[in-house]
């Protein structure tokens, strides 16, 4: 989905590569961008045609097969109650997804809105800001939501607004220093001096230079918000069972990894894979839009 | 340096300030009633008086919070809603582990990265150059469960190696240490790539510089010139970065903790948030923010200590 968005959006950021196929060839130039991308192209296939795809229910139970390890029938094997694993880590791609895209795009835009009223205004709304970011960050992401999940309950409407407001820092932050940085260079000043307004300062100056930045913070912040989903439903405060989360599998197969060590293993390699690729594909759009930053965790 | 030291304690002071009243505030902003979480809602309308009293939900907001914000201060959390011993106890019960726990992690991590780095540095370009460049961004975005996890697979069900499960005692040191092993390599490893690729660069940009080319001209041998001179030029670079670490470091302990089942603030708040006991939730939540800002902190005022170039750019 990222993917999707970086290729269109990149032209009109004005880097290198003026035409989308030649921006996916250069990502893929580089064996862990083209990594990052089939796992992420991979990933978001799944999670839109898992219905389509998935070779059993992922409801079905089959008590008599049950915690096998990869058979003919099961390619990965049962969980607990006999259901396949790999259906229910297919339908998993998209509940992960659900949950993390949707948070990752609201923590952009709060995060933009922040970062550009401080950055541009400066002052106190500045130090206002920047304080209240602060607060936000002293939070590690999975602490936070522990503490507010505990109390909300957890639909899946709060749990991806609890993960907004933990990447919101790490936007604001970036767009914050973009902003600054290009503020007070001479030909803006120039143009600020023939008349522009902010409005026409932010979206011809600002925009396109603090687009490229947040587009690969964003590659970086999917993964993270995949992993905290998946860990808040391990605890228990995420998604909640009958739901084929990735944490609801976990968390299933760890209370009897003696008996099978398979529905840990699979789950252990989807999450670890999915992150890897998302993070590499992270990194290979910095290296192609020539970003410089130095966030990588939020 | 005086200048910047206040303003950057009162920055801190000021973000706890925040972080206090967020805390005391969640239970009002959010729609959730903890007394109803706690106590069903069939509960006896006495036992939820009582118990409402008792979290200090009868008193108006604003005493709410000044309650919540001077209790702090003094070190009084509130009542832990079960066991009805103060949160304060229980925080002090479970930290010692946690906090051995990251620190663990935290030097082996850097025990880890500082060959790493100087290897990497030196032979740039190598193959474990290249390693070491992939896996640094590659192993930080693992989540933190699913190292332990593998680890705990690896060690126990397979290899049937250490025991792996529970804290162990303090007072006998040899068996602690063999329940910390597993917990403490799984986070290490974590942070090791990523503090090695970042020491990497560091040690990159000091190597190009005039001294260190007089020093070869002397014929100071290589190691010397590593470990001697472009380490102590390179590590201040990576201190900062050592606070978010550990504030990261105990978020990741959570999962650690539980899937270890280890003793700590982790195990602490999990089982507080199964049982939705809210006062220690609170009371574990703001020891973490709190320990994380004065990390932070910390790092900062190390940095510059060590970090000559940088008190002079503050001082113009």
């Known amino acids: 989905m990222s993917a999707d968005l970086a290729a269109q959006r990149v032209p009109r950021a004005g880097a290198a590569a003026s035409k989308g196929g030649s921006f996916v060839r250069q990502i893929a130039a580089s064996p862990s961008g083209a990594f990052g991308l089939l796992v992420a192209v991979a990933l978001v296939v799944v999670a839109l045609f898992a219905p389509l795809l998935v070779p059993h229910s992922y409801t079905a139970l089959d008590i008599e097969h049950r915690l096998e390890g990869p058979t003919p029938t099961y390619w990965l094997g049962t969980d607990n109650l006999g259901r396949d694993l790999l259906s229910r880590l297919m339908m998993g791609a998209r509940v992960a997804l659900q949950i993390a895209a949707p948070a990752v795009f609201l923590g952009v835009a709060v995060g933009l809105a922040l970062g550009l009223a401080a950055g541009y205004l400066g002052g106190r709304v500045d130090t206002l800001i920047v304080v209240v970011l602060d607060a936000i960050q002293s939070f590690p992401a999975v602490v936070l939501a522990l503490a507010v999940l505990a109390l909300l309950g957890s639909s899946t409407w709060d749990i991806v607004l609890v993960l907004a407001v933990a990447f919101v820092p790490s936007f604001g932050r970036v767009t914050r220093t973009s902003v600054q940085a290009i503020r007070s260079l001479p030909y803006v000043d120039a143009e600020r001096g023939l008349g522009a307004g902010p409005l026409r300062i932010i979206g011809r100056h600002v925009l396109p230079n603090v687009a490229p930045p947040l587009i690969v913070l964003m590659a970086m912040n999917l993964p993270a918000a995949v992993g905290i989903e998946s860990g808040l439903a391990f605890l228990g405060l995420g998604v909640q069972p009958p739901t084929p989360d990735w944490g609801v599998i976990l968390s299933d197969g760890f209370g009897r990894i003696r008996e099978s060590p398979w529905p840990v293993l699979w789950t252990c390699a989807v999450l670890a894979v999915t992150t890897l690729g998302f993070t590499f594909l992270g990194e290979r759009l910095r290296d192609v839009l020539d970003v410089r930053t130095t966030e990588v965790r939020s | 340096m005086l200048p910047y030291l206040s303003r950057r304690i009162g920055m801190a002071v000021l973000v706890l300030l925040i972080v206090l ?119 930080i975005s693992i989540p933190s469960y699913v190292i332990g996890m593998v680890l705990l697979l690896l060690a126990t069900v397979w290899l049937g190696w250490l025991p792996a499960i529970g804290t162990g005692s303090l007072a006998d040191p040899l068996d602690y240490l063999a329940h910390l092993v597993l917990p403490a390599l799984s986070l290490a490893m974590i942070w090791a790539g990523y503090l090695a690729r970042l020491l990497r660069s560091a040690l990159l940009e000091v190597l190009g510089q005039d001294y260190i080319r007089a020093a070869r001209a002397y014929g100071l041998a290589e190691w010397r010139i590593y470990y001697q001179l472009a380490l102590r030029n390179a590590i201040p670079s990576v201190v900062s970065l050592i606070g978010v670490a550990l504030g990261d470091l105990m978020g990741s302990a959570i999962f650690i903790e539980v899937i270890f089942t280890r003793n700590g603030l982790g195990t602490l708040l999990y089982n507080a948030t199964t049982q939705r006991d809210y006062p220690t939730i609170r009371g574990g939540v703001l020891l973490i923010a709190t320990l994380f800002v004065l990390a932070n902190l910390l790092a900062d005022l190390a940095n510059r200590a060590i970090n000559p170039r940088l008190r002079e750019v503050a001082a113009r």
Request: negative net charge; charged residues 15%.
């Open chain 2, 21 to 139: 009243v967020f805390l005391a505030l969640l239970v009002q902003i959010l729609p959730g009633d903890p007394v109803s979480l706690m106590l069903g809602p069939r509960a006896d309308p006495e036992l939820i008086e009582v118990a409402r009293r008792q979290m200090d939900l009868d008193s108006s907001v604003p005493a709410q919070v000044w309650h919540f914000l001077t209790g702090a201060v003094r070190g009084d959390l509130g009542q832990d809603f079960l066991t009805k011993r103060p949160v304060s106890e229980l925080i002090a019960a479970a930290l010692p582990n946690t906090l051995i726990l990251a620190l663990t992690s935290l030097a082996l991590a850097v025990a880890a990265a500082i060959p790493l780095a100087v290897v990497s540095a030196a032979r740039q370009g190598s193959w474990l150059d290249r390693i070491v460049g992939t896996m640094s961004v590659g192993i």
